[in-house]
């Protein structure tokens, strides 16, 4: 028996912890925290250790399957990708590529050669109809940072080990682990705060277990950007802003104070639910640091003023002087230079072009999933016909989930990339199996510029695929020369000549052709940390990186004073009041309250959970899971409802079942249920579980899509709650 430990690190989530894998006779038995990981330590979470089940998981898909009557069957690569590419070709043929689709999920992200392959095939193809799980996640983010720096990559991270004073919105880290920020350790990192004398302050309808640790503040769902405009109101009237700050960075300083002065706390504070002294308290706090940070995540991206608020995050740190300085809300370097390369090449974009269904801009490329179904639905030309899903569970995912397991039908072809059979392509033509993270090479591209202490790590591949698995890079380029498309090769001039630039820097001038791995090398050795090509000693490429198979810190902080060469505008300067965002606060008016919805929902996430995909996982299932929402005893009882009753939730847009739970821990008035329940795939420990799909209370409906960035409307959704008789 030959056994052998691995080095190599967990990509499920964003601190991206190192692990130990051991493989016995090419199988693997166990998975533990790496004590030899340079920031991670000997940490990992239950899911990471709990991996090795899904790697051996016999619900898991190992061979192509094609859908027959009654279910599916196995079939060859060489038969699947034929008759993929025959009807691929048919509905080009009859439609043109603009019928072509493409629903790329979470898991995607950790992947470079699946995202990379991705991007090659999407401007090959030239494919319009690209949809991710951002417009659920993170695209008001990038929007954001165009208006403000003109640069949509552009995401401050918090400075968190030099910080005094952070203040967090709509994250809860402790469970999360953090988010759009790689930070292992995360509770030890935010404990060190309080412990040198600093403060950490949560803003969340739920006291959370981040909140429970540190001080939290109540707010209600989807009023963050009254509270943020009005911290910004109190600063700029009571003369608190830092004005050598704003005379240094900023543009537009005094539409910004006319745009907020409606928004005091007063004013806002039958929205926020807050009272306006705690706010003005806040804001005096804030602006008096010595050093402060404002970050936000998911609570903060999926409400109906999702851009503005994280505009209005950035804002606020820009205008206390803590953008850009030790300690604040700070900028990473990018281990490739996307942003950079970008402002040449153009490829990354926003309102490029606008979806068909309507009228949205694009984001990077891509529009919102929430149209997916109608965009499937709806005749004409450039309607969607053929669609591809990877590492994507969008009928779990998106809004109204329903709408779209009911429109993928009508799609003439629709075929899944993924482990297993999910809820949304259990009625694809095809689902082709993908490796794990632990069958393919791998090195974290766009997480360096978001980690607080920057670091990388590459990593070969611990296992052969299992059955026969392939990795989706390889997936995409056979589909891709099945219609006479070569990523990276031939195509539009842009990615020719990015090739073409990096090709001449390989032995034999490049004739062959590019893999992800060599391209990754290329960019990593000519990236802002690279070694040159030897011109730079110690500096990365991917042989440098084998001899550091724990990872690799590249510097103990974010270096700051950077915004000059960041920011991308003309003048170079902050844009605090850009017309989208004045458009926005001047028209922010209250949803009003609809007697028949009186409370709001929310989302959750649990330390077992991983959106809709470990639930097949025995020891993260083990004990008492359930699905259940969690309910303030005041708002149970006006319901008529007790703890563990099995309570009905009704929004305007649908309804589910399933266990209430009584807690303090919720505001008055905010009830919350994790997503990614509600089984019904290949997944049989999963689809036992039990509950239900929260997305069947969320609208896909235009109105209800967020203006600028396409986000779906997720948390502060309204509901009412009722017994189950
Ligand atoms: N109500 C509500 N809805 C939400 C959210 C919320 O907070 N509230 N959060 C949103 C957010 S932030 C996100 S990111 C989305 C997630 O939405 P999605 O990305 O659409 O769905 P996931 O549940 O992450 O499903 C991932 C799928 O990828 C598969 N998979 C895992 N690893 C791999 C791999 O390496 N390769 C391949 N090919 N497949 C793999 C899994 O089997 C699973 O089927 O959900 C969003 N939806
Ligand atoms: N264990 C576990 N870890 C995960 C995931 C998982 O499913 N399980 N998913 C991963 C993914 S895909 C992502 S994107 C990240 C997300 O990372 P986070 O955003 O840190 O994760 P959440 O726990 O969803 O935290 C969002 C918080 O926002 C609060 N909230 C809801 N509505 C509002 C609001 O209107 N205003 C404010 N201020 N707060 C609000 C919620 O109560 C919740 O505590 O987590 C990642 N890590
Ligand atoms: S926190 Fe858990 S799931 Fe996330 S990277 Fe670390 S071990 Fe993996
Ligand atoms: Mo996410």
């Known amino acids: 028996?030959?056994?052998?430990?691995?080095?190599?690190?967990?990509?499920?989530?964003?601190?991206?912890?190192?692990?130990?894998?051991?493989?016995?006779?090419?199988?693997?038995?166990?998975?533990?925290?790496?004590?030899?990981?340079?920031?991670?330590?000997?940490?990992?979470?239950?899911?990471?250790?709990?991996?090795?089940?899904?790697?051996?998981?016999?619900?898991?898909?190992?061979?192509?399957?094609?859908?027959?009557?009654?279910?599916?069957?196995?079939?060859?690569?060489?038969?699947?990708?034929?008759?993929?590419?025959?009807?691929?070709?048919?509905?080009?043929?009859?439609?043109?590529?603009?019928?072509?689709?493409?629903?790329?999920?979470?898991?995607?992200s950790f992947s470079y050669s699946h995202t990379l392959w991705l991007v090659g095939f999407?401007?090959?193809?030239?494919?319009?109809?690209?949809?991710?799980?951002?417009?659920?996640d993170i695209n008001n983010r990038f929007v954001a940072s165009h208006l403000l720096y003109g640069s949509l990559t552009t995401v401050p991270v918090p400075d968190l080990d030099r910080t005094d004073f952070l203040l967090m919105l709509g994250a809860n880290p402790l469970v999360s682990h953090g988010s759009a920020m790689s930070a292992p350790r995360i509770?030890?990192?935010?404990?060190?705060?309080?412990?040198?004398?600093?403060?950490?302050?949560?803003?969340?309808?739920?006291?959370?277990?981040?909140?429970?640790?540190?001080?939290?503040?109540?707010?209600?769902?989807?009023?963050?950007?009254?509270?943020?405009?009005?911290?910004?109101?109190?600063?700029?009237?009571?003369?608190?802003?830092?004005?050598?700050?704003?005379?240094k960075q900023a543009a537009q300083v005094a539409e910004l104070r006319d745009a907020v002065a409606r928004f005091t706390p007063e004013s806002t504070a039958a929205i926020t639910g807050l009272d306006p002294d705690r706010v003005r308290t806040l804001a005096r706090d804030l602006a008096g640091a010595t050093t402060a940070a404002v970050y936000g995540r998911t609570g903060t991206c999926l409400g109906?003023?999702?851009?503005?608020?994280?505009?209005?995050?950035?804002?606020?740190?820009?205008?206390?002087?803590?953008?850009?300085?030790?300690?604040?809300?700070?900028?990473?370097?990018?281990?490739?230079?996307?942003?950079?390369?970008?402002?040449?090449?153009?490829?990354?974009?926003?309102?490029?072009?606008?979806s068909r269904i309507g009228d949205f801009p694009d984001v990077l490329g891509t529009f919102p999933a929430a149209i997916m179904a109608k965009e499937i639905t709806t005749p004409g030309p450039g309607q969607l016909r053929a669609l591809f899903t990877s590492a994507g569970n969008p009928v779990s995912s998106l809004p109204n989930g329903r709408e779209l397991a009911d429109a993928l039908p009508h799609l003439d072809l629709f075929v899944s990339i993924d482990l297993y059979v999910?809820?949304?392509?259990?009625?694809?033509?095809?689902?082709?199996?993908?490796?794990?993270?632990?069958?393919?090479?791998?090195?974290?591209?766009?997480?360096?510029?978001?980690?607080?202490?920057?670091?990388?790590?590459?990593?070969?591949?611990?296992?052969?695929?299992?059955?026969?698995?392939?990795?989706?890079?390889?997936?995409?380029?056979?589909?891709?020369?099945?219609?006479?498309?070569?990523?990276?090769?031939?195509?539009?001039?842009?990615?020719?000549?990015?090739?073409?630039?990096?090709?001449?820097?390989?032995?034999?001038?490049?004739?062959?052709?590019?893999?992800p791995r060599l391209l990754v090398d290329l960019a990593l050795r000519v990236g802002p940390y690279g070694?040159?090509?030897?011109?730079?000693?110690?500096?990365?490429?991917?042989?440098?990186?084998?001899?550091?198979?724990?990872?690799?810190?590249?510097?103990?902080?974010?270096?700051?004073?950077?915004?000059?060469?960041v920011v991308r505008h003309r003048d170079r300067r902050v844009h605090l009041a850009p017309p989208e965002i004045r458009a926005e606060l001047s028209e922010l008016t209250p949803e009003p309250v609809d007697p028949a919805f009186p409370l709001r929902v929310i989302g959750l996430r649990e330390i077992k959970s991983h959106n809709s995909w470990m639930h097949n996982v025995e020891p993260l299932m083990r004990g008492d899971r359930e699905h259940a929402a969690r309910v303030n005893p005041k708002d149970a009882a006006v319901a008529g409802i007790s703890d563990g009753d099995r309570c009905r939730v009704t929004s305007p847009h649908g309804s589910i079942e399933l266990v209430a739970r009584c807690t303090?821990?919720?505001?008055?008035?905010?009830?919350?249920?994790?997503?990614?329940?509600?089984?019904?795939?290949?997944?049989?420990?999963?689809?036992?579980?039990?509950?239900?799909?929260?997305?069947?209370?969320?609208?896909?409906?235009?109105?209800?899509?967020?203006?600028?960035?396409?986000?779906?409307?997720?948390?502060g959704v309204p509901i009412r709650l009722d017994p189950v008789p």
């Open 422 to 515: 999910n809820e949304t392509n259990r009625t694809a033509d095809y689902i082709l199996p993908a490796t794990t993270f632990l069958e393919r090479d791998d090195i974290p591209l766009p997480f360096t510029a978001l980690a607080p202490t920057p670091y990388t790590q590459y990593t070969e591949r611990v296992l052969e695929p299992d059955g026969e698995a392939r990795e989706e890079w390889r997936i995409i380029d056979d589909i891709a020369t099945r219609i006479g498309v070569q990523p990276f090769v031939i195509g539009p001039e842009a990615t020719g000549r990015l090739w073409s630039a990096l090709r001449r820097r390989l032995p034999g001038g490049g004739s062959a052709r590019p893999t």
């Open 304 to 354: 109906r003023h999702a851009t503005l608020v994280a505009f209005l995050i950035d804002a606020l740190a820009l205008v206390t002087g803590n953008l850009d300085v030790p300690g604040g809300s700070v900028f990473g370097r990018e281990l490739v230079a996307v942003s950079e390369l970008n402002a040449r090449l153009g490829l990354i974009r926003y309102g490029k072009s606008r």
């Open 1 to 108: 028996m030959s056994t052998r430990e691995v080095p190599t690190y967990c990509r499920i989530c964003e601190p991206l912890c190192g692990l130990i894998a051991t493989v016995e006779d090419g199988k693997l038995v166990r998975l533990r925290a790496d004590k030899e990981h340079p920031l991670s330590r000997g940490n990992a979470c239950p899911k990471g250790i709990a991996f090795t089940e899904v790697q051996n998981d016999p619900d898991r898909v190992r061979y192509p399957l094609r859908r027959t009557e009654n279910g599916f069957e196995r079939v060859s690569w060489d038969a699947a990708l034929e008759d993929i590419g025959g009807r691929l070709r048919a509905v080009i043929g009859e439609h043109g590529r603009e019928s072509l689709g493409w629903y790329f999920g979470n898991p995607s």
């Open 664 to 715: 303090e821990d919720m505001t008055e008035g905010t009830v919350a249920i994790p997503h990614g329940w509600g089984h019904r795939g290949g997944w049989q420990r999963a689809n036992a579980a039990g509950g239900a799909n929260v997305n069947d209370l969320m609208s896909s409906a235009l109105p209800d899509v967020e203006r600028l960035a396409g986000m779906s409307h997720l948390n």
């Open 187 to 247: 509770r030890d990192r935010l404990t060190a705060i309080t412990k040198r004398g600093g403060r950490v302050v949560v803003v969340d309808p739920r006291r959370t277990e981040t909140a429970r640790l540190f001080e939290h503040v109540g707010v209600r769902p989807d009023s963050d950007a009254w509270l943020l405009a009005a911290l910004l109101q109190v600063i700029f009237a009571e003369g608190l802003a830092d004005e050598r700050a704003l005379r």
């Open 122 to 136: 999407q401007l090959a193809a030239g494919l319009r109809h690209v949809y991710s799980a951002g417009s659920q």
């Open 531 to 565: 070694d040159r090509f030897g011109l730079r000693r110690n500096g990365l490429s991917l042989k440098m990186l084998r001899r550091h198979p724990h990872g690799v810190v590249l510097a103990d902080h974010i270096t700051t004073g950077v915004l000059g060469h």
